[in-house]
């Protein structure tokens, strides 16, 4: 009396979903970090050539893409305080050095003091050595090659439901989303599937939405953004519905991509001997900010936040 049958679809739950997310992850980011190996120094690729001494002179790079638009060759990384960095001179084990860039942007190099390095990318850092040791007298063609071993200048910011929320260095111009992600430690137990990016294109701030199942389910990586030193990167909570009146377990659950209004009374246990659905009522916020208290079937998809609500049956 008063209770209706009804068929159910079957959803993932939320937390095997986070699980292949998460695991998914760790597997792109390990591929693409595969594929991503340091680039050679170009100080050290030419030996024979006099070094360029006008470190004001414009520098043309070559970056090396993949088809999906790579990350930019580490030759062309600008240093910034707090990177580490090795300098090693051809033939002259004496002048390698390993050391970081202070606060103001300058390291002490042997023979020549203090040098100004933060701002500029490696190659005008090697010529601007370069030209310090042959003005000076100390070598003649002296062949500078500069690696960042450590990266500390140019971060991301990961925020909301990860498992370790923080700022964390991109050890190139550009690195994919999934592999900041997976240094966060993948999305957390409580967090969604859409991924907020917040950066600047042309000077101006963007806001860009990333469904993370579209990149990992469906293969869409062209959605797996590049990100760049400053941009934020924010996980919000997972979507929830609620369902109270005439259920087993009323409650607060968590909104499965897809399901329906059947599927939502079944996460609440169904319902109870004297429930009915019959003029099932969902308060749902609109477009206008206002609530309102729709007339809904079974079959429909539940919205986020909504709010279920199963009458007691009269006969």
Known sequence: MGFHSFSLEVTVPRSIVAKKLQVAFFLLAAASAQAQAPATPRGSAARGAPPQVLVNSPVASTESKSAAGATTQASDYRIGPGDMLKISVFQQPDLTLESRVSDSGRISFPLLGSLALGGLISDQAERLIARGLEDGGYLRNPQVAIQVSQFRSQQVSVLGNVNRPGRYPIDLQT???????????????????????????????????????????????????????????????????YVYGQVQRPGMYPLERGMTLAQALAKGGGLTLRGTDRGLKVHRREASGDIRANDVRLDEAVRPADLIMVRESLF
């Open 175 to 241: 690195m994919r989303l999934s592999e900041v992600l997976a240094l966060a430690g993948g999305v957390s137990e409580g967090g969604g599937d859409t991924v907020v990016v917040t950066t600047i294109i042309e000077g101006t701030p963007k806001r860009i939405e990333v469904d993370l199942t579209e990149i990992f389910l469906y293969g869409k990586l062209d959605r797996d953004l590049a990100l760049r030193p400053g941009d934020a990167v924010y996980v919000d909570k997972a979507p929830v519905f």
